[in-house]
């Protein structure tokens, strides 16, 4: 089933061929659905996958192994995004390896505003 360019699937439009995963960053032996790639920008570390249902976001941070690249033929399952679209989990079948880029940097690292803190209260 192909949707129009504004309509965006919800779960049940996914769910007959692409079950939700069922934990975010659990591996699974058998992959809900395949795509091929049709972008990748490895310097921000997201893309979008061409499948049958429509495209499908993909994040580096949900890339198992190794990194998608445009052209590639991936098998990954489903989960609905915070803004309610399918995005791609447990990603496989990527060429370029993990390593390819600097990870981002994990923890936040502080930063913004004008450095002076809260509101205080402790001395």
């Known amino acids: 089933q192909a949707f ?3 309509a965006s699937p919800t779960v049940a439009d996914w769910s007959l061929e692409a079950p939700p995963s069922r934990l975010r960053g659990q591996r699974s032996a058998a992959m809900s ?3 091929q790639v049709k972008s990748f920008n490895p310097g921000t570390g997201f ?3 061409d499948t049958a249902q429509g495209d499908v976001f993909v994040h580096r941070n949900q890339c198992i192994d190794s ?3 445009r052209g590639d033929t991936v098998y990954f399952d489903i989960e609905m995004g915070r803004q309610g679209k399918p ?3 447990n990603c496989r079948g990527g060429s370029a390896p993990l390593d390819s880029v600097a990870p981002f ?3 936040g690292g502080g ?3 004008k450095g002076k803190g809260g509101k205080g209260g402790f001395k």
């Open 87 to 89: 995005q791609a989990v």
């Open 47 to 49: 893309g979008f996958i």
């Open 33 to 35: 659905c395949s795509g």
């Open 67 to 69: 990194l998608p690249q």
């Open 4 to 6: 129009s360019a504004g």
């Open 105 to 107: 940097p994990s923890g």
């Open 111 to 113: 930063g913004g505003g």
